[in-house]
């Protein structure tokens, strides 16, 4: 059984800081690229950063690239995202996306809610 369980969201002050993880299981980890998505009340859901099945590549998204950082750990099958200098922008579900190196397979985990407010 395929499972992307999201943690880490939570109610941050604007300037803090924050990590989510995402642990995958029911499928080859290291054969999958991994993003992380967000979508505001209203909004549409957005890629804010994704990183390649070897973790060497990232990306994000010009509204938060130098604040976000991705990364995976493939022996523990987890990916993270390291967010800094908060703002209530950045307030969203966040989620976590596996796709498929060869054939784009994709899963979704259920979302994790960060919420930037003082």
């Known amino acids: 059984q395929v499972q992307l369980v999201e943690s880490g969201g939570g109610l941050v002050q604007p300037g803090g800081s924050l990590t989510l993880s995402c642990a995958a299981s029911?499928?080859?980890?290291?054969?999958?690229?991994m993003r992380w998505h967000r979508q505001a009340p209203g909004k549409e859901r957005e890629l804010v950063a994704l990183?390649?099945?070897?973790?060497?590549?990232?990306n994000y998204a010009d509204s938060v690239r130098g604040r976000f950082t991705i990364s995976r750990d493939n022996l523990k099958n987890t990916v993270y995202l390291q967010i800094e200098k908060l703002k209530p922008e950045d307030t969203a579900t966040y989620y976590c996306?596996?796709?498929?190196?060869?054939?784009?397979?994709?899963?979704w985990g259920q979302g994790t809610q960060v919420t930037v407010s003082s």
């Open positions: 029911g499928f080859t980890f290291n054969t999958y690229s």
């Open positions: 990183i390649t099945s070897t973790g060497t590549i990232t």
């Open positions: 996306r596996a796709v498929r190196d060869w054939d784009q397979n994709a899963y």
